[in-house]
């Protein structure tokens, strides 16, 4: 019997060295672990918690052999009982101390890893977002603009989309006029088309304000072209309109003298040529002295010495009549200016669709 007890205890104490011989040796990867702690990756952190946990449920969870051991207590002789619980208990206690230990450097090393990997620097000059600037066409525009407006126009505005009436007939171009062939278009199914010339806006603005009036209207243009190194299917004007009692053609030619000497310089000259449009009689193409050459011939000027500027002309009486003014009591002038070809010659640009790709590395030149 006495034997047998003993066999027992010789046992219980063999299986408890054994435990923690067992315990030690797998535990001795995570004590190494939890000490390097911040060396390791926060992967490798997370990964070796994860193996902690199953080591712990392993050595202290119900089918352990620590709870095996706690079992085995009850079943010692009365005598040793007291000795062997103790010891049990010690080693439950040591198992559970180390493994806390470990768990606690390996979460607190988690923890600094992840705030490290999550820090800003707010001292890190940030990425700035690109200054943009006004497109070349957009400085062209705001500086005729300016001019116009020193001399008393207002700026108006018109829809880009037109009906017949506006583009064509109040403008004296009737359906069967050949000048609508010249203007073809895009047109919608509705009646409606993109204007082709921003002479629409004069009716609109004759219709709003009445006489006597003083406007320019900058603003995009569409024709059924083919792009090319001169042409774009999409460029801008400037309309330019005053409507006033005995306005003649002196005034004209005065205002846009004057516009191109504060535009080019006070030598600049004008020149005009008889033209036809239908919207004005008498009309005349505007050229102006070279701003290059001065008139002598460049390449600027292909040698003629003048660059066309644009068209012009004293309001057709039938104009007036399409919006109710009585060509008897006034009478007007009116231009219309293209600015991209103006844009390309003083900026030197061999292509005018230059101005339309939006390409940054050219358009970075003109900020
Ligand atoms: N609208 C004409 C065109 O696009 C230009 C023009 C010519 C406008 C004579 C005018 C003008 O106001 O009087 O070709």
Request: proline share 5%.
């Amino acid at each position: 019997m006495n034997e047998l007890r003993d066999a027992a205890n010789i046992d219980s104490a063999t299986s408890i060295a054994a435990v923690r011989e067992a315990f030690e040796r797998e535990f001795e990867r995570f004590a190494r672990l939890a000490e390097r702690g911040e060396a390791l990756s926060l992967r490798e952190i997370e990964e070796a918690g994860r193996e902690l946990g199953e080591l712990k449920a392993r050595y202290t969870g119900r089918k352990s052999p620590l709870a095996a051991l706690k079992k085995q207590i009850g079943r010692v002789a009365a005598e040793e009982r007291a000795a062997f619980g103790q010891r049990v208990q010690r080693l439950e206690a040591e198992l559970s101390e180390r493994l806390e230990a470990a768990e606690r450097a390996l979460r607190d090393a988690g923890a600094r890893k992840r705030i490290e990997l999550e820090r800003l620097d707010v001292t890190l000059p940030g990425r700035r977002p690109r200054r943009g600037h006004l497109h070349p066409i957009t400085l062209l525009r705001q500086r005729m603009e300016d001019i116009f407006v020193a001399m008393g126009y207002a700026v108006e505005d018109g829809p880009e989309i037109e009906t017949d009436f506006y583009n064509f007939d109040a403008l004296n171009i009737p359906s069967a006029h050949p000048a609508r062939s010249a203007q073809d278009t895009f047109y919608t199914t509705d009646g409606l088309a993109l204007r082709t010339q921003t002479s629409p806006v004069q009716i609109h603005a004759m219709q709003r304000r009445r006489p006597p009036l003083r406007i320019i209207a900058p603003g995009k243009v569409f024709r059924r072209d083919t792009p090319d190194a001169t042409h774009n299917p999409m460029f801008f004007q400037i309309e330019g309109l005053l409507v006033d009692r005995h306005a003649t053609m002196a005034h004209l030619k005065g205002t846009i003298a004057e516009f191109v000497r504060r535009m080019f310089g006070p030598h600049t000259r004008t020149r005009f040529r008889p033209s036809y449009f239908p919207f004005t009689e008498p009309s005349a193409e505007v050229d102006y002295s070279c701003f290059v050459c001065d008139g002598r011939g460049c390449r600027v000027c292909k040698g003629a010495g003048w660059i066309e500027l644009g068209g012009s002309g004293m309001v057709h009486p039938n104009v007036l009549r399409a919006v109710e003014i009585d060509p008897e009591e006034f009478s007007g002038f009116a231009f219309g200016l293209g600015i991209d070809r103006m844009c390309a010659l003083m900026y030197g640009l061999d292509d005018i669709r230059l101005l339309y790709e939006n390409d940054v590395r050219f358009l970075e030149q003109f900020a």
